[in-house]
């Protein structure tokens, strides 16, 4: 099955507007790579204040392949840019073991 791929996000609370624009401005290309499964910027309400930057692939391979080439661009130069809006990040690797969607009515 499929391999989620997270990277947590420490924002500083001032600095939440100004991530969310960002993302919001995002390059748009992670919807063209190849392995690409799903996206999802969460933000935090309870229990954290870390956002996280939730990303599902078909394989290992398909996001390492993402990371090398088209990662860099959608972060407008990648790991040198400073990136003012979070003061720390981590990624969290996980594998689907099970999953479900709603039955059609
Ligand atoms: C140094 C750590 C990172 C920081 C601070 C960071 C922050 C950001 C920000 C602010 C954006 C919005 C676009 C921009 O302004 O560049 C963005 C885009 C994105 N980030 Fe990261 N990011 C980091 C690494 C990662 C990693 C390791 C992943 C993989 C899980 C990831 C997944 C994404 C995705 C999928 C987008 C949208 C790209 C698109 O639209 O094509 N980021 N990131």
Redesign the pocket.
Known sequence: MSIV???V?NVPAEQREV?EK??A???????NSDGFEW?ELLRPVEGTDDYL?Y?RWRDEAS?QAW?EG??KA???GG?DRP?P??SG?S?WSFEVVQQAAPKSA
């Open positions: 791929k997270i990277n996000l991530l960002r993302f401005s995002r390059a748009g290309a992670v919807e996206f930057v990303t996001f990371m088209p990662m959608a972060h407008q790991g990136k809006a979070a990040s990624v």
